[in-house]
C-alpha cells in the first residue's frame, strides 16, 4: 500500500462515500447476484451484477445497442470470442464503438471469454470509463490468473480519480491474497474499517480469504463476524479458512451453525467441508455431507464427486471409491489425480507391505488407464506416479514416466524433476537420479535437499558434502531437512569432526534448533564407530525424550559391539516407551535370548500381546520390466518355483565356498528340538533376487524391497551372490538402502542393525518367538 500514491488513496475513499449517495452507479451487492466462489475466495458473481449495471445506464440506450447487447450475450453463453469479434466488427463498422454502454458491455464480453488483451484493447479505446468498466478489467485479470495486472489497473483507476465500489475494492483484495500481498491488504483494511464499509460483504468475504491465505486465522474469523449480511460466499471463505489453517474441527462448527442459520450451501461449501472431513478421517460426517449435496442436487457436480471419492480413498473405502470412480461417465483429471493420489498415500499409510504394493500397483494401472483415455496427466498426476515407481522400486515404468514427461513438455517442472530425483534415488540408481538432477533448469530448496539425501543415503558422502557446498553458494538457504542429509552423510562415512562443524554452522549460522533426527545422525555415527559412550553421552545432552529410533540404534551398536551393561540400560528406556514397532520387538528379543535371559524374553513377550504388536510379514517385491512380483517367504505359488528354488539352494551352496556362513555361527539353545524342524525357510528377498537372476539379462542390475528390516545372514548372503554373478544388487528395506556390488554394500555393514534369523537347525525357544512374529 505503501506504493500507492496518497492522493489516490485520499481519493478513493472520498469518492467512495459520495459513490453511496448515487447508488444507480455502484454495481449490486453480491446478494443480490447469482453467486459463485471458488474455494480461493475469488467470486464469479459479475454476469448478474452486469445486467443490473447494465440496465441502469441502459436508458439512454437505443434500440441498436440493445440488439448488440443481446448478441453478445449469446457470445458469453456460448463463452465464443471468436464470434464476439464478428461482432465487435460490425458495432464498429456500424459507428456503435462510440456508444458507451455497447463498448462497455464489449469490455465485458472479453474478460468473460478469457480474451484478457482484447478486453484491455477496447477498455483503452473506450469513450469514457466508468466504474463499471474499470472492475470488469480488474475482474478479469483475477480470474485470468493475473492479479499483479488487477492492481495495476487498480492503480490507474485512481490516478483517473475514478471511484471504487464495495465491489471492487473486494477484487482489490482479491488481487492482494494471490500476491500475498499481506501489508497492502492491511492497508486497504484500515481504510474500510475507518470508512466504516468493513461490515459489507463483498469486502468482508475477500478479507477472509486474505487474512486465511496468510495464516492469520483469527484475523479471518473476526472479519468473518463482523459480516452484516452473511451470505454463502461468507460461510465457505471462513470454512475454508478453517481448513486452510489446520483447524478442521472448527471449520465444521462453523458449517452446522450455516445450516442452522438455513444458509444453503453450494459445491464449493461442500467440498470445503468434505475435505474438513478428509483431514478429520471423519467417514459418519463425510456420508452425511453426501446425502446433503444429494438432497441439494448436486448428485451429478463433479467437484463434489471427487471430494466424496476422495474421502472413500482416505478412510481406506478402496472400493466404494473404485464403484463411485467407475461410475462416472464425465470426469475431469482432478478425478484421475484424487484416485492416483488416494492410492499412492495409502501406500504411504500401509504399514504392511503387501497391501502397500498392492495399492501401489493399482496407481499404476488407474495411469495406464488415465493414459489410454487420452486425457493429458499433469504434473501432479507426474509426481504421484514417480512417487510410486520409487515406492515400487519400479525403475522400468519410472523410466517410461520419465520419458513422457520429456515429450508433454513437464520436464522442466520443478515438481516433477524433484519427483524423478527421488524415483531414481529409491530405486537405487544414484546416477539416473544425479542426471535428473543436472539437467534441471531451475531448482529449489527441496531439489536441492532431495539430491544431497539421495547421496547420502546411498553412502556417497563426499559428493553430498559438495553438492551441499555448491548450493550455499548458489545462495539458497537450508533447512532442517538438508541438515539431516548433510550429517547422515558425516555419519555414513565416520566424519566425525565434519558432523560436529556442520551441527554448529547449523545453529549458529542457520538458527537451526536441532530436532530428533540430526541427533540420531550423530548418534548412529558414533555407534558405528564403536564409540558407544560419545554416542550415550549425546543421548544425555539432548534436551527431548530420545526416540524408539535413537535407543534401537544404541541397543543394536551395544549388541555388535559387546557393551551388554549400556545395551542392556538401552533397552529398558525402550521397553519404557512402549515401541509400536514389530522390528524393535524383534531386536530386543534378539538380544534377550542370545544371552539366554529368559525373565526378560517372556516379559517383552508379554508387553507384545499388551500392545497388540501384530506379526511381521516378510514379503519383498521385484520389478521386472511392466510387472512387479513379489515373494513372501517359503513362496511356491510362483510359476517358476521349483527352478528358482533350486536355483537358490544352488547358490546358497556356490556363496559357502566364498566363505558365506548360513547363521550356524548362532547361539545353540536347544540341539534336539533343532532337529524336529528340518524344513528350510527363506526370508523373502532371497526369493526376489533368485527370480530377479533367473529373469533379467545377465548383466542388468537387480533391485529388490523388502518390508521391513534385512537380516545380517540375508545381507552377508547378498553379499557373496554379488561377487558370484557379478550383479550390481539393490535392496531397500524399511529402514535403509543396501547397494551392493562387488561384496560391498553401500550401508558401510552396519550389520548390527540387521536382526538375527532364525539359525538353521538349532530353533527350539527361538523358534517359538519367531513364530509369533514372522509368517
Ligand atoms: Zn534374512
Ligand atoms: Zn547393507
Redesign the pocket.
Known sequence: MASLPSVAVHGTLKLDSDLRKQPTLSLPNQKKSRTVTHLDGISESMSTDFREALSAIKEDASTESSYYVDLLRDCIDKNSASEAEVVHAQIIKTGFHEDLFVSTFLVNVYVKCGTMESARKVFDNLPRRNVVAWTTLMTGYVHGFQPELAILVFREMLEAGAYPTNYTLGIVLNACSSLQLIHMGEQLHGYMIKYHIDFDTSIGNSLCSLYSKSGQLGSAVKVFDKIREKNVISWTAVISACGENGDAARGLEFFIEMLSEDIEPNQFTLTSVLSLCCVMLSFGIGSQVHSLSIKLGFELNLRVKNSIMYLYLKTGRIEEAKRLFGGMKVNSLVTWNAMISGHAQMMELEGDGLSAYQSGNEALNIFSKLNRSGMKPDMFTFSSVLTVCGSLVALEQGEQIHAQTIKSGFLSDVVVGTALINMYNKCGSIEKASKAFVEMSTRTLISWTSMITSLAQHGISQQALHLFEDMRLAGVRPNQITFVGVLSACSHAGMVEEALIYFEMMQKEYRIKPVMDHYGCLIDMFVRLGRLDEAFDLIKKMDFEPSEFIWSNLVAGCRSHGNLELGFYAAEQLLNLKPKDAETYVLLLNMYLSERRWKDVSRVRKMMKEEKIGKLK?WSWISIKDKVYSFKPDDKSHLQSADFHKFLENLIEQAKSLGYETGEDLEVIDEDEAKASSSTS?????LAIAFGLLNTPSSAPIRVNKNFI??????S?VKSISLLTAREITIRDSKRLHKIVNGKCSCGDFGSL?WY?LPRGNQHKILRVSNSLVV
Not at 682 to 686: A, T
Open positions: 516378510d527363506y526370508h523373502s528377498e532371497k534385512m537380516c545380517r545372514d540375508c545381507h548372503f540387521l534369523p
